[in-house]
């Protein structure tokens, strides 16, 4: 399967600097791009795979202010981040909230990016229906991680992948926390699924310095 690399801008960005943003990344397989929501319509043409941030636990309905999964799935939405683990520490997002999450997501054909922390993990597992486990994919960005230069060591990653292989099998992993372009060459050891990438994705020239290393492979 095609290697991510997802750029998430966070609360970052105006529609000008989102504009620019696009002009200077050229569109492949490996892109794929969680702008703020009130954007993402500057997508519809950039040939570029969209997704978002988040989206509400509830289906259509009287829900003031949520954004639900069918209309993320009318924008081109193809993936959305969800359970980041700044969702669950400011927002107090549980595990049964990102449970509901990756139903809404998946009964509108969208990938659900499920973040996990590794004290999450178990509670997130207890949480989400068995038949889904197979259908998200599953991403390691710690906390203490985000926004730095230094990634989780190794054998943290490995092990957290492997948490969360033994309740998946194969599952998709991806890891996310301070990955740069002098990083990424050694995170790619890992046989990962993909990378979320934040701080580094706001610059779109650290962006594109991440897909070259993804593409010579080191």
Same mark, same amino acid.
């Given at each position: 399967m095609t290697f991510l690399v997802v750029a998430t801008f966070?609360?970052?960005?105006n529609k000008a600097e989102i504009l620019e943003w696009i002009k200077a990344v050229e569109p492949s397989t490996q892109i794929v791009v969680a702008p703020p929501f009130p954007y993402l319509y500057l997508f519809a043409d950039s040939g570029l795979t969209l997704a978002?941030?988040?989206?509400?636990?509830?289906?259509?309905?009287?829900?003031?202010?949520a954004i639900n999964a069918r209309q993320l799935k009318e924008f081109g939405v193809s993936y959305v981040i969800i359970g980041h683990s700044e969702r669950?520490?400011?927002?107090?997002?549980?595990?049964?909230?990102?449970?509901?999450?990756?139903?809404?997501?998946?009964?509108?054909?969208?990938?659900?990016?499920?973040?996990?922390?590794? !004290?999450? &993990?178990? /509670?997130q597992f207890v949480?989400?229906?068995d038949e889904l486990f197979d259908k998200c994919i599953y991403c390691y960005e710690p906390m203490s991680g985000i926004g730095g230069t230094t990634t989780a060591p190794r054998d943290?990653?490995?092990?957290?992948?492997?948490?969360?292989?033994s309740y998946v099998p194969g599952a998709r992993f991806m890891y996310g926390g301070s990955v740069t372009d002098e990083n990424a060459g050694n995170l790619l050891s890992l046989n990962l699924a993909g990378f979320l990438v934040s701080t580094a994705s706001l610059?779109?020239?650290?962006? !594109?310095? &991440?897909? /070259?290393?993804?593409?010579?492979?080191?």
């Open positions: 966070k609360s970052n960005k978002a941030q988040d989206v509400s636990p509830f289906p259509p309905g009287s829900y003031t202010g669950r520490k400011y927002f107090h997002e549980t595990a049964i909230d990102v449970a509901a999450k990756a139903r809404e997501l998946l009964s509108s054909g969208i990938t659900p990016i499920i973040c996990l922390e590794e !004290k999450d &993990i178990n /509670e949480a989400l229906d943290v990653i490995e092990n957290v992948r492997s948490q969360v292989q610059n779109p020239d650290h962006y !594109k310095r &991440i897909l /070259e290393v993804v593409k010579n492979g080191s």
